[in-house]
């Protein structure tokens, strides 16, 4: 049976913040399941469906169209394509955390249940989108979560200045929202960071788990 090891994580996708971890451990030990925290559990009420595996429930085979959208200025260069697959945003090798299960059903669902994020309401119908998952079921909260898909690029930018609790600030010709905070039921550290630019938007989720340049990696893959 697996156990995350104790670990001083430095929660940062852009910016940076350290906190001296305790282990998570498997459904064995007491305290319920949680996650970065609803976000990686994909069965949320208010959750939408997706694919199940990998090479499908990528949804990122269609490339994003060419916007004929008005630009917002400062916030809106076009150009980013989806990958493939869940893989192809991060470079291979780099980060520990692709080294658990992707998408596994009795994290995400089967099918996969997507909750809602800022994003859920300026989607751009059949734009692609990449819902990946890393995280091990046999550990009650350590986990990786990026969210990317297609938006409507005159709204994107509207519905990152409504969110509570964020700092944002304009970032690699994108619009960058993060929050930093202690996870409600463990003594771990919670990272929830949103990314638009042009018609791609981003979000990450992470708790316990180092990912300081990780938005940046995805960037690389997504507007490179």
């Not at 069965?43 to 004929?68: C, E, M, Q, R, Y």
Request: with cysteine.
């Amino acid at each position: 049976m697996r156990h995350a090891p104790a670990t001083t994580l430095l929660v940062t996708i852009g910016l940076g913040a350290a906190l001296v971890l305790s282990a998570c451990t498997d459904g064995s030990t007491t305290g319920p399941s949680a996650t970065a925290t609803s976000t990686s559990t994909a069965s949320t009420s208010a959750a939408t469906t997706a694919p199940t595996s990998d090479a499908t429930a990528d949804a990122g085979s269609t490339p994003s169209p060419t916007s004929t959208i008005p630009q917002v200025p400062g916030v809106d260069h076009d150009g980013g394509t989806l990958p493939s697959s869940c893989s192809g945003l991060v470079t291979a090798g780099r980060w520990q955390f692709t080294d658990d299960p992707l998408n596994d059903p009795s994290v995400v669902g089967d099918p996969v249940a997507v909750p809602k994020t800022a994003f859920t309401p300026v989607l751009q119908p059949g734009g692609g989108r990449l819902y990946c998952v890393w995280r091990d079921p046999r550990v009650d909260v350590t986990n990786v979560v990026i969210d990317v898909a297609v938006v409507d690029s005159t709204k994107a930018f509207a519905a990152l200045q409504q969110l509570s609790g964020f700092d944002c600030d304009r970032e690699s010709e994108g619009y960058r929202c993060q929050k930093i905070s202690q996870n409600p039921q463990y003594p771990v550290t919670d990272g929830d960071t949103y990314f638009t630019r042009g018609d791609i938007g981003i979000r990450i989720t992470q708790s316990n788990v180092p990912t300081d340049g990780l938005l940046e990696d995805v960037e690389a893959h997504v507007f490179g």
